[in-house]
């Protein structure tokens, strides 16, 4: 078994969740990995697993209230927070991502993660209104801007039997994320940019012709680069996806937005993935509507009428971007789309060789 992290020590914090019970497999999964893992839970957290499960599991000590005892709560939060490779919060209460996202340390855990400057990863757990709450997503979008690290949660039967996204994410899963954000990088000081999604061509302010693009992969290679270190730009177009974490994100919505902002951050130092699915026509509506349409429509919403026998339009050849990057240029990681910047057959990779 790979001992990845052999020598580290992890503060696991379980809160409040149904799926508490499922913190003491996190333990034993981190531990499988090599970690040192002292466990602590919140008062919620209790009433759903017991300290002595914990302790007995990973062999130390398990604080729950940390007035216990005073004289030693407060040395050991700090040298906790000092020795620890990284604070895992799993699974983590809409709650516990609130406070966290406050700095409010009226728990352990949390005063923990604040006195800590290593690594903060989150799990969180909860019904699917819960995450989707504006409120929790506003705290967790507070918390991504702050480099703390998430691990998504998982789509499946909720504990109100409901179906949902909410679940928290397999222990495995979990204690694998926390050794790859932990994983020393072997692309420091690589500037890699990434291009993702579809892009959207408007024909007219509320119209426009777009591709199924998910952006998945082209996100899921952002965050793998940026947690070996490299230096991530990710440009994409509009995606129903969370931004990486540690990645410069820039928001484009046409192809020819797309175009400026490469040749506006490419250098020859840089590595080029492109993955975004940008339309493979870029729309120069001929509008032939007549005259009198187009009068009414400049002074109104800008948007083309409806008419009789469909609307014409031409359709003209995306931009050769390409071609505008020098024949020489150093992109090694390549695009898996046609007519993109690179050739279709062409591998994606990351390296500095
Ligand atoms: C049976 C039960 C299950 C709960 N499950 C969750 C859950 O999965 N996720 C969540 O955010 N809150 C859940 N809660 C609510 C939290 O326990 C509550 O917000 C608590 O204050 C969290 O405290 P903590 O974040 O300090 O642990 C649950 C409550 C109960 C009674």
């Known amino acids: 078994m790979s001992e990845q992290l052999r020598g580290k020590l992890i503060v ?3 809160t409040g969740s149904i799926a508490a019970y499922k913190g003491a497999e996190v333990a034993r999964r981190l ?6 893992v002292h466990a602590t839970l919140t008062r919620a957290g209790e009433r759903f697993i017991t300290p002595l499960t914990l302790r007995t599991l990973t062999g130390q000590s398990v604080t729950v209230d ?12 700090v040298s906790l927070a000092k020795r620890a490779a990284a604070v895992v919060v799993a699974p983590a209460t809409a709650d516990a991502i609130a406070k966290l996202a406050l700095g409010i340390a009226d728990e352990f855990i949390y005063t923990v993660a604040l006195a800590t400057r290593a690594p903060i990863i989150i799990a969180p757990a909860m019904e ?8 929790t997503q506003a705290n967790v979008k507070a918390l991504r801007d702050r480099g703390v690290h998430f691990i998504e949660p998982e789509e499946g039967r909720l504990a109100s039997a409901a179906v949902g996204v909410g679940r928290l994410a397999k222990p495995q899963d979990i204690a694998a994320a926390v050794a790859a954000i932990l994983a020393p990088g072997d692309l420091g000081g690589a500037r890699v940019i990434i291009t993702a999604g579809p892009t959207q061509e408007p024909i007219d302010p509320v119209r426009y012709i777009s591709n199924r693009s998910s952006g998945k992969m082209g996100y899921a290679l952002a965050e793998a680069a940026a947690r070996r270190s ?55 509506i001929r509008n ?15 948007r083309i009428p409806h008419q009789r026998g469909g609307m014409q339009y031409a359709i003209g050849p995306e931009q050769g971007r390409a071609t505008e990057l020098e024949d020489d240029t150093p992109v090694r990681a390549a695009g898996c789309r046609s007519g993109g910047y690179v050739p279709r057959e062409a591998c994606v990779c990351f390296g500095r060789g």
Not at 66 to 77: G, K, N, R, T, Y
Not at 288 to 302: A, K, V
Request: charged residues 25%.
């Open 288 to 302: 032939t509507l007549d005259r009198r349409y187009d009068h009414r429509h400049r002074r109104g919403s800008g």
């Open 66 to 77: 940390m007035f216990d005892d005073p004289s030693e709560w407060q040395v050991e939060h």
């Open 12 to 14: 696991l914090g379980i």
């Open 31 to 36: 531990m499988d990995l090599g970690a040192e």
């Open 128 to 135: 699917s209104n819960m995450l989707t709450h504006p409120a």
């Open 230 to 284: 490299a230096n991530v730009t990710l440009i994409s177009g509009p995606t129903a996806l969370p931004r990486p974490d540690g990645c410069e994100f820039v928001s484009v919505q046409t192809a020819q937005q797309m175009h400026d902002e490469v040749l506006r951050r490419f250098t020859r130092t840089c590595e080029l993935v492109s993955l975004e699915f940008s339309s493979d026509f870029q729309e120069r």
